[in-house]
């Protein structure tokens, strides 16, 4: 004796149902991927621009002159 009857409307809507969950848990994990593809792309290209416009000396340091002597009276 059953307690309540599933229809076939209510089946329809079930699937329904699953069908969309599973179609945005699929979507989610391509949009993560992609982000994480454009994040790797992202972390690639500026370590390149660090590369590119990493500072250069003009010209050799000199190297400092005698240190002063300090006269004091007293």
Known sequence: MPI??????????IAL???L???C???ERLVVRHA???RAQLM??????QRD???????????PGPIPTHVTVG
Do not use: C, D, N
């Open 4 to 13: 309540a009857k599933i229809t076939g409307q209510g089946l329809v809507a």
């Open 17 to 19: 149902s699953v069908a």
């Open 21 to 23: 969950l599973w179609a």
């Open 25 to 27: 848990f699929i979507g």
């Open 36 to 38: 994480l593809a454009q």
């Open 44 to 49: 690639r290209e500026l370590h390149q621009m």
């Open 53 to 63: 416009h990493r500072a250069q000396p003009v010209s050799t340091p000199t190297t």
